[in-house]
C-alpha cells in the first residue's frame, strides 16, 4: 500500500532558529501534498497544500512566510518553520494521495518543540 | 467546506460492536465519505470510504444513509486496539480534494 514517511518524529529547537520536516512518499508519486498541525486534544487543521512544481497554497490564517513550503519532487514535500517560537510547538502531518479518490496517506507526524 | 458533526466521545465494551455515527447534512452529491482513525501521537490512518452504497472492508463496515445526510461507522467487534479518534472526513470535490478535519469521536474500549 502507499506508504508516506515523515522525518524527523521529534525535534526540539531553540527560539529563533528554523526547523525543517520532511515528507515522502514512499512508492508512489504525489502532486499534491498537504501539511497539518494539530495542538493537544484537537483536531487536525490544515495549513496549506503543497503543489508539486508550483506555489503552495495557504489556508486562511497561516502565515506563508513563517512555513514555507517547498514541493521539488513528486515525491518529497518540505515544510520549514521558520523563526520558530514556543507557540508553534505542535505535532505537524503530511499527508499524500497517488490515486484519484482512493484516500490519503497520512504520515506519522513530527513533535515540534521551541524552547 | 463541507462539514461533519460527530459526538466527542463514545464507549464500547470489548469484543462488542461499535456504531460510530457521523452527520453531514451539507454533503454534495460527488463528496465521497471518509474515515480515518488516529491513535495517540500517530498520523491518522485510513479505515474506510465510500459515496453511497454500503461499505465493507476488513477494519470495518460503512452504513450511509439513503439521502447521504448521514453515516455510521461500525466496528464489529471492538478491541482495545480500537481506542482511537475516529473522524469521518467529506472529500470536498472543489479544486484539491482536501479534508478538512472535524472534531472526531474519542472510542474507548472498556476491558
Known amino acids: 500500500g502507499a506508504v508516506v514517511s515523515q522525518h524527523p518524529s521529534r525535534v526540539i529547537c531553540k527560539s529563533g532558529t528554523s526547523v525543517k520536516i520532511e515528507c515522502r512518499s514512499l512508492?508512489?508519486?504525489?502532486?499534491?501534498m498537504f501539511w497539518y498541525r494539530q495542538f493537544p486534544k484537537q483536531s487536525l487543521m490544515l495549513m496549506a497544500t503543497?503543489?508539486?512544481?508550483?506555489?503552495?497554497?495557504?489556508e486562511q490564517g497561516v502565515e506563508k512566510d513563517k512555513f514555507l513550503i517547498n514541493h521539488a519532487s513528486l515525491t518529497l514535500s518540505t515544510l520549514t518553520v521558520t523563526s520558530a517560537h514556543p507557540e508553534d510547538s505542535s505535532f505537524y502531518i503530511c499527508?499524500?494521495?497517488?490515486?484519484?479518490?482512493?484516500?490519503?496517506?497520512f504520515g506519522s507526524g513530527t513533535r515540534l518543540t521551541v524552547v | 467546506d463541507a462539514k461533519t458533526t460527530q459526538p466527542n466521545s463514545m464507549e464500547s465494551n470489548e469484543e462488542e460492536p461499535v456504531h460510530l455515527p457521523c452527520n453531514h447534512s451539507?454533503?454534495?452529491?460527488?463528496?465521497?465519505i471518509h474515515w480515518y482513525r488516529q491513535l495517540p501521537s500517530q498520523g491518522p490512518e485510513y479505515v474506510i470510504h465510500?459515496?453511497?452504497s454500503n461499505v465493507n472492508n476488513r477494519m470495518a463496515s460503512l452504513a450511509i444513509a439513503e439521502d447521504r445526510k448521514s453515516s455510521t461507522l461500525i466496528l464489529h467487534r471492538a478491541t482495545l486496539r480500537d481506542a482511537a479518534v475516529y473522524y469521518c472526513?467529506?472529500?470536498?470535490?472543489?479544486?484539491?480534494?482536501?479534508?478538512?478535519f472535524g472534531t472526531g469521536t474519542r472510542l474507548k474500549v472498556l476491558a
Open positions: 451539507t454533503i454534495s452529491g460527488t463528496d465521497y
Open positions: 465510500g459515496l453511497t
Open positions: 499527508s499524500a494521495g497517488g490515486h484519484y479518490r482512493a484516500g490519503y496517506t
Open positions: 503543497s503543489n508539486e512544481g508550483s506555489k503552495a497554497t495557504y
Open positions: 512508492d508512489f508519486q504525489a502532486t499534491t
Open positions: 472526513i467529506l472529500e470536498t470535490t472543489s479544486g484539491t480534494y482536501k479534508y478538512i
